[in-house]
């Protein structure tokens, strides 16, 4: 059984930085996929990011781009969401998944799911 626990979520002021960590348990980590996706107050969950199990697959949400990076440490069974320069926009529950074969950008393409962590920002 899979399991996905985020953490590093907080809230701060437009501008600064955050680190999400995603912990994986359950399986062998190398052979998933994950995926950060976001859900805002009112708002469908949209997908922000995803890391291929090798980790030299990586593709962004454009709202992102530029400001955030996804990473992974196979040791540690730990994929990272690296967020700088936090717009108000940003604000919401950040939740990985994990799977196999992921349909990279929609969120019922993912088998698992963590219980999210949520970044406020405010100006």
């Known amino acids: 059984q899979v399991q996905l626990l985020e953490s590093g979520g907080g809230s701060v002021q437009a501008g600064a930085s955050l680190r999400l960590s995603c912990v994986f348990s359950?399986?062998?980590?190398?052979?998933?996929?994950i995926g950060w996706f976001r859900q805002a107050p009112g708002k469908e969950r949209e997908f922000v990011a995803i890391?291929?199990?090798?980790?030299?697959?990586?593709d962004y949400a454009d709202s992102i781009r530029g400001r955030f990076t996804i990473s992974r440490d196979n040791a540690q069974n730990t994929v990272y969401l690296q967020m700088n320069s936090l717009k108000v926009e940003d604000t919401g529950v950040y939740y990985c998944a994990a799977d196999e074969d992921p349909e990279y950008r929609n969120s019922r393409g993912y088998a698992y799911w963590g219980q999210g962590t949520q970044v406020t920002v405010s100006t």
């Open positions: 890391i291929n199990w090798h980790g030299d697959m990586r």
């Open positions: 359950g399986q062998p980590f190398k052979n998933y996929a």
